[in-house]
């Protein structure tokens, strides 16, 4: 929204099957596709896949079956890193199922093939962002308890954030791994990206106004607005709610 402030944008998050972490390849595949389908009747021009997990599992395939350009959250979030990193040793959180993929440091290695990469999974990040569970010394316990076996091997010098929830803790991050280490949001590089593609194909929004945003969840409404509301500098007023197996929708 800060990035491209013309362009109405079309959010679908999966709050009802959330986290995609511990689920298998095809269950991501399958619950990815449910929600591209969908928005594809929206008649985007544009699909940003933002989740690590989807990406690391279907961004590919996206990228060879629509005509549309595709993109995913980390070879942003890799290619920031890299920049940045002094020594070359470079974490990365995430959920299991981005982990497990090895999708981060195939990336950062495609690059440069002496980046050393630390990965840790963090299956409770998820779960306490999607509670609201956003500050406070009960956020703070679970992110140093996560934390320590990354910090025990103190040698990083960049962290990049492999999960779009966790920009909404990175505060909380930050303070854990101490002002050193440069903390990367692939979600933000992700952004930036999304800007160049379009402004590459002539399809940057060149009209005035102001954008009124689509936002759908197929879980809780009253939660899922709530959590957006602590997070965008506007309330959320248009929130809907996707049934995808029936690609429907209702109005809240």
Same mark, same amino acid.
């Given at each position: 929204?800060?990035?491209?402030?013309?362009?109405?944008?079309?959010?679908?998050?999966?709050?009802?099957?959330?986290?995609?972490?511990?689920?298998?390849?095809?269950?991501?595949?399958?619950?990815?596709?449910?929600m591209v389908n969908h928005l594809l009747?929206?008649?985007?021009?544009?699909?940003?896949?933002?989740?690590?997990?989807?990406?690391?599992?279907?961004?590919?395939? /996206?990228?060879? #079956?629509?005509?549309?350009?595709? !993109?995913? +959250? =980390?070879?942003? $979030?890799?290619?920031? %890193?890299?920049?940045? &990193?002094?020594?070359?040793?470079?974490?990365?959180?995430?959920?299991?199922?981005?982990?497990?993929?090895?999708?981060?440091?195939?990336?950062?290695?495609?690059?440069?093939?002496?980046?050393?990469?630390?990965?840790?999974?963090?299956?409770?990040?998820?779960?306490?962002?999607?509670?609201?569970?956003?500050?406070?010394?009960?956020?703070?316990?679970?992110?140093?308890?996560?934390?320590?076996?990354?910090?025990?091997?103190?040698?990083?010098?960049?962290?990049?954030?492999?999960?779009?929830?966790?920009?909404?803790?990175?505060? /909380?991050?930050? #303070?854990?791994?101490?002002?050193? !280490?440069? +903390? =990367?949001?692939? $979600?933000?590089?992700? %952004?930036?990206?999304? &800007?160049?593609?379009?402004?590459?194909?002539?399809?940057?929004?060149?009209?005035?106004?102001?954008?009124?945003?689509?936002?759908?969840?197929?879980?809780?409404?009253?939660?899922?607005?709530?959590?957006?509301?602590?997070?965008?500098?506007?309330?959320?007023?248009?929130?809907?709610?996707?049934?995808?197996?029936?690609?429907?929708?209702?109005?809240?």
């Amino acid at each position: 929204m800060r990035q491209l402030p013309k362009e109405k944008l079309i959010y679908l998050g999966d709050t009802r099957r959330c986290p995609y972490g511990p689920r298998s390849e095809e269950e991501v595949r399958r619950f990815t596709w449910q929600m591209v389908n969908h928005l594809l009747e929206h008649n985007i021009k544009m699909l940003i896949v933002a989740c690590n997990t989807a990406t690391a599992y279907t961004l590919e395939e /996206l990228q060879e #079956n629509l005509s549309i350009p595709v !993109i995913g +959250v =980390i070879q942003p $979030g890799a290619r920031a %890193a890299i920049k940045v &990193s002094q020594n070359k040793r470079i974490g990365v959180i995430g959920t299991e199922g981005t982990i497990d993929s090895n999708a981060y440091p195939h990336v950062l290695k495609s690059i440069d093939q002496t980046i050393r990469v630390n990965a840790l999974a963090c299956p409770l990040l998820v779960p306490m962002v999607e509670n609201g569970l956003l500050e406070g010394e009960a956020a703070e316990d679970i992110v140093a308890r996560t934390l320590a076996p990354l910090k025990a091997m103190n040698h990083i010098d960049t962290l990049i954030l492999g999960c779009t929830h966790y920009p909404l803790i990175k505060n /909380l991050i930050q #303070n854990e791994m101490g002002s050193h !280490i440069q +903390v =990367i949001s692939s $979600g933000e590089e992700t %952004a930036r990206e999304a &800007s160049l593609i379009l402004a590459y194909h002539g399809s940057l929004e060149s009209g005035g106004g102001h954008s009124v945003h689509e936002f759908y969840t197929t879980g809780d409404v009253d939660k899922f607005r709530t959590v957006a509301n602590s997070w965008f500098d506007e309330p959320v007023l248009v929130l809907k709610l996707a049934e995808l197996e029936h690609v429907k929708s209702s109005a809240y």
